[in-house]
């Protein structure tokens, strides 16, 4: 479990780095070519990642509804749809259909400026071992303008890639009130794009609809989300810059200390309740005043989750 918790923060971007090792410590390429084989996972600054084409040019897609759902063979919507876990599940005919199902499913998502696009499934794959209870789908939307269809989720690099389903939505405001925080629905979920926050924070073990000693893996999934993105004041805003590196671990020991390195920062869903001044940040943090404490990180208190760590 340890070296997933080794991450790193990316501007906008999930780019491959070192162990701890950054190229502007002098490494030469061969040898960070071998330390990036060893690493697992890494982090940026974007909650979710839209496809930025079309339609969803500077727009954002902030939920799906699930009474939308149409299943091929039929224009009517289904019954009932739900999220068991990222499962899809629904009823049509009284006769209840679940994960492949869904395969060419259709919804409508609605977009921040009020308007809705429609979205597709193209394909279902479930994950194997620990990981089979997540789901990931390959979604498209209709370009209105011309009527085709375009990959919803893509990594900066133009690479498509799939999207885990969350019950819910979330605020992507920033320097707001209530910014990055969950908004729990019982109505719409989140097609979250793997490469950002929302789906990272899943493949890192932190899956919201699951519990670990009998103690949810929600809050450590919200604080997940906050913490990758070094939103320390928990208003959505982020305090990270291209190519810094992380250590995570949490109190349920999903994640564990995989590095002796400085501690940066408690989290909870909230943000950070404390951080030092060994941070991510070249901002001022606009919330430092009670919260900055070097002594912050030495331990998990009754208000922490998570804890990073930079080098």
């Not at 789901?135 to 209105?144: C, I």
């Not at 913490?227 to 810059?241: E, I, K, M, N, S």
Request: proline residues 3%.
């Amino acid at each position: 479990m340890g070296t997933k918790g080794l991450v790193g923060a990316a501007l906008a971007a999930w780019v491959v780095a070192g162990c701890g090792v950054s190229e502007t410590q002098g490494t030469d390429s061969s040898s960070l070519k071998t330390v990036k084989a060893n690493v697992v996972h890494e982090n940026g600054v974007v909650l979710n990642g839209i496809n930025p084409n079309g339609t969803l040019l500077n727009k954002v897609l902030v939920s799906v509804q699930y009474d939308s759902a149409r299943i091929p063979g039929t224009g009517r919507p289904l019954e009932q749809v739900w999220l068991m876990g990222s499962e899809f599940h629904g009823l049509r005919n009284q006769q209840e259909l679940s994960g492949q199902d869904f395969r060419q499913a259709r919804f409508f998502g609605d977009l921040d400026d009020g308007s809705r696009v429609a979205l597709r499934i193209d394909s279902v794959t479930q994950g194997t071992g620990t990981d089979s209870d997540v789901w990931s789908y390959r979604v498209s939307y209709q370009e209105p303008q011309d009527g085709q269809w375009y990959p919803l989720c893509k990594t900066l690099d133009g690479t498509v890639s799939d999207a885990i389903a969350l019950e819910g939505q979330w605020n992507y405001g920033q320097g707001v009130t209530g910014g990055g925080s969950k908004v729990y629905s019982s109505t719409s979920f989140t097609f979250a794009c793997d490469g950002y926050a929302l789906a990272k924070c899943v493949r890192f073990g932190y899956k919201p609809w699951d519990s670990v000693n009998g103690v949810s893996l929600a809050d450590y999934h919200q604080s997940c989300t906050r913490l990758l993105r070094a939103d320390f004041c928990g208003d959505g805003t982020p305090h990270t810059v291209n190519g810094n590196l992380v250590n995570i671990y949490d109190s349920a020991s999903v994640q564990t200390d995989a590095e002796n390195w400085g501690a940066e920062a408690e989290w909870n869903a909230n943000g950070a309740s404390c951080f030092t001044s060994h941070n991510r940040s070249t901002t001022p943090i606009q919330c430092a005043d009670g919260r900055l404490v070097n002594s912050c990180g030495q331990g998990f208190s009754s208000n922490t989750l998570l804890i990073s760590e930079t080098p």
